[in-house]
């Protein structure tokens, strides 16, 4: 029996039909056969391969859809990217009741102790866009679960949620503070023991922030929680109502000589010690009255309420009793007619525990000293 020969062996190994030498010559012409039929069936399952499809399957029009909320944010009239822009919240006519609108899940209960009211104050709500100082009416305070009950985070804030979209509000920010400025910083931690937990902890605990728009105003709610509590702000951006009245120089007179003190109303922007425009005209008429009376010294006392911090509102009240000295001096008083003094709030004139009263204890006095 006859043995096959190595080469054809190697040539049929390579389909090459039966019968034909396998010369060296037909052997290379074999095995270039074989690279090129390869070749060509490597680019024939080339898209196949889904690394080679990655770059195909993402067009370029679905990259830059999401872009297409920048490009609105771009036609905002001021032009101001990325600033927050109430107008782009639908406005809600749901029936909303009494101030301040909304009431915890059930099995949850504020603080009373920690609870406050405001007519008017300022409070930082945390949006995607970073703090909006929103001034107006004003009610914060703490919650924690009833006795029995375990706190849970999520439950909080998914009744929250739900409660809010259903009366026509949307979310404008969550999670944790971020990227904010030193001093901006420091102005929120001011507030902090003003409002008795409801900021919670800004870099730290997570935030919600919700916008109910109504046609005559903003109706702006904040919530936190952490370690079993939780923090809630509702504001709503009423307009303030001007009580203060001017004390004409001739009536201060009349007090200090009848009284040897007087009580005047000098408005200062919230937890500072500036001066708000409105109360010019009273600093005018301080300064005339120690005009008509050339001998005439006074001291300059700063009150407080008990909100907050006894230490901080000591330190406000000399600040504040400061930027009054430093007022009339500026229209040509000679400052050595004048003394500067802060008691923060430890001299109410009424009762802190209700708006009223808090609005009384937060004066300025001016007292004779010759």
């Not at 107008?87 to 059930?106: H, M, N, Q, R, W």
């Not at 509702?234 to 007087?262: N, R, Y």
């Amino acid at each position: 029996m006859s043995r096959v020969p190595r080469e054809a062996t190697a040539s049929r190994n390579l389909d090459m039909p039966r019968g034909i030498p396998g010369s060296p010559s037909w052997r290379c012409l074999g095995f270039l056969l074989a690279c090129t039929l390869g070749m060509a069936a490597c680019q024939r399952d080339e898209p196949a391969d889904p690394v080679a499809q990655t770059p195909v399957a993402v067009s370029p029009a679905v990259e830059e859809a999401p872009a297409a909320p920048v490009a609105a944010a771009e036609d905002i009239e001021d032009g101001d990217e990325g600033e927050f822009d109430p107008e782009s919240i639908p406005v809600s006519t749901a029936p909303l009741g009494d101030f301040p609108y909304l009431k915890l899940p059930t099995g949850y209960s504020m603080l009373d102790r920690k609870t406050k009211s405001f007519d008017f104050a300022e409070f930082p709500f945390w949006t995607d866009d970073g703090y909006q100082w929103v001034e107006g009416k004003l009610q914060t305070g703490t919650f924690r679960a009833d006795k029995g009950k375990q706190f849970s985070e999520l439950e909080v804030v998914r009744n929250i949620e739900a409660l809010v979209t259903s009366i026509g509000g949307v979310k404008v920010g969550g999670g944790k503070v971020s990227g904010v400025g030193d001093e901006e910083e420091k102005r929120v931690s001011k507030l902090m023991s003003m409002y008795q937990g409801a900021l919670c902890y800004p870099s730290i605990d997570q935030f919600q922030s919700f916008v109910i728009r109504r046609s005559d105003r903003l109706v702006w709610v904040h919530l936190c929680v952490r370690n079993n509590r939780g923090g809630l702000a509702i504001a709503e951006t009423t307009p303030l109502e001007i009580t203060a009245s001017l004390l004409p120089a001739a009536e201060m007179k009349q007090q200090l000589d009848d009284e040897g003190k007087v009580s005047v109303q000098v408005n200062f922007a919230v937890d500072k010690a500036e001066i708000l425009p409105g109360s010019e005209p009273q600093i005018a008429q301080i300064v005339a009255l120690l005009k008509q009376d050339p001998a005439l010294e006074l001291s300059v006392n700063g009150h407080t309420d008990n909100t907050g911090d006894a230490g901080h509102n000591l330190a406000l009240s000399k600040a504040r009793a400061r930027a009054v000295v430093d007022a009339i001096v500026g229209q040509g008083i000679d400052g050595s007619r004048l003394l500067s003094e802060g008691f923060g709030q430890a001299r109410p004139i009424a009762d802190n525990d209700t708006e009223a009263g808090r609005a009384s204890n937060r004066r300025v006095e001016l007292v004779k000293r010759n």
